[in-house]
């Protein structure tokens, strides 16, 4: 059974587009961010990536995991610790 999902982008077929307001920004970002992270993708885009762009994304990840999730949530829902 497969861990991660990205099912939001699959079945959202509202407005994608940033600044209308709050809940389309939400969902905006949501849909960027799965699609951002589709294997195909990724797989593309990485090797274009600066390494101060590899840098950027993860510190902008990383910081936002640690301000905004409590140690547990950060072990259930970001590294899937059971």
Not at 1 to 9: E, G, I, K, P, Y
Not at 14 to 34: A, K, P, S, W
Not at 47 to 74: A, C, G, M
Request: hydrophobic fraction near 40%.
């Amino acid at each position: 059974m497969a861990l991660h999902t990205h099912d939001f982008v699959e079945t959202y077929d509202g407005l994608i587009g940033f600044g209308l307001d709050r809940e389309v920004d939400e969902n905006t970002v949501i849909c960027y961010l799965q699609k951002f992270s589709d294997d195909a993708l990724i797989s593309q885009l990485i090797q274009r990536l600066s390494d101060e762009e590899l840098s950027e994304i993860f510190r902008l990840i990383s910081r936002l995991l640690k301000t905004h999730l409590s140690e547990p949530e950060y072990h259930r829902l970001f590294l899937k610790d059971e």
